[in-house]
């Protein structure tokens, strides 16, 4: 399936740049360990043969639309990454007649790593609901029926715990923070020039590497992508330090749907809960 897959990228890739649909292709192709998928930047057809698709193509490469705005470009995205694409449309980051989206039906991710790779699938996989993209302009693999969404064990276990338990686990896990901010440049949703995290004037948050600065980088990271995550899980995949970042962006991504019945991602024009403001929604604020 993956050399199937790898040719109907190539083919389409070919056809967009002869043609001048798009001056660039990102996609993914093999790194320097011959194990690995790494993003790859193809701006002429005869370099389409870099381009592959396998069970190592984690990355979120959406993002990188973001530096080729007005330029007509096509992406690869798999079916999280595709949320990605509608989350950044409806915030008017990006132009869709600007993007060409190669949807690949995902079959899933593997854990891997420098000079190595498992069978074991990553965690956003086991539990993923969105294996076919919600937004394509070319379609690779044939469409799946989603399953039901998961119950996630430990939320469960999280929520049974007292608001003490859940303060003394968060702030254990904050403290080993090394504000390294490799989350935020991972995520589709973090495309601020200017991040709270390090500005000076206003200073919301001290720069210093300390438990309470760290937890406060954390929460209020979380806060930002609340009703905007698409859970694809990569702010957790390059923590170097392993914080088990995806606990609380699921947890706010389950209320957020329970809330307001709100998905991000599912659709380009959905008004988002959290930015939108309708006046009967005052909760008792004075006119
Ligand atoms: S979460 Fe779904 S779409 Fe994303 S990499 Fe895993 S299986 Fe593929
Ligand atoms: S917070 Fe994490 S899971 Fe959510 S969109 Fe950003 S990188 Fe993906
Ligand atoms: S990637 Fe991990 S260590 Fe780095 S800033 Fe984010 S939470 Fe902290």
Redesign the pocket.
């Known amino acids: 399936m993956a050399s199937d897959f790898t040719q109907q990228i190539r083919q389409k890739a070919i056809e967009l740049l002869e043609n001048g649909t798009v001056e660039c292709v990102i996609g993914y192709e093999t790194g320097s360990d011959g194990i690995g998928a790494r993003p790859a930047f193809i701006y002429d057809a005869a370099e389409a043969d870099r381009l592959v698709f396998d069970n190592t193509c ?1 990355h979120n490469l959406v993002k990188y639309l973001l530096n080729k705005k007005g330029k007509s470009t096509a992406v690869v995205v ?4 595709s949320r990605a694409l509608n989350l950044l449309l409806n915030e008017k980051q990006i132009e869709r007649d600007k993007a060409f989206v190669i949807g690949v039906v ?1 079959p ?2 593997v854990e891997w790593g420098w000079n190595k790779r498992s069978q074991r699938l ?1 965690k ?2 086991d539990w ?1 609901r ?2 076919t993209p919600v937004v394509s302009d070319f379609m690779v693999g044939d469409p799946v029926t989603e399953q039901p969404p998961a119950a996630f064990a430990d939320i469960v276990e999280a929520e049974a715990k007292t608001a003490e338990e859940r303060a003394s686990f968060w702030q254990q896990h904050a403290e080993r923070c090394i504000r390294c901010y490799a989350c935020r440049q991972a995520c589709p949703g973090c495309y601020c020039t200017d991040c709270f995290a390090e500005s000076l004037d206003p200073e919301w948050v001290g720069i210093r590497i300390a438990p309470a600065e760290s937890q406060m980088w954390n929460t209020i990271r979380a806060f930002h992508l609340a009703g905007r995550c698409i859970s ?1 899980n990569e702010c957790e995949r390059v923590c170097p330090v392993k914080l088990p970042l995806s606990l609380l962006n699921r947890k706010l991504e389950q209320k957020v749907l329970e809330l307001f019945d709100y998905k991000a991602g599912m659709s380009e024009d959905a008004p988002a809960p959290l930015i939108t403001f309708k006046k009967d929604e005052k909760l008792g604020i004075a006119e």
């Open positions: 984690t798999k079916g999280c990454d995902c899933g991710i990553q956003r996989c993923c969105q294996h694809c």
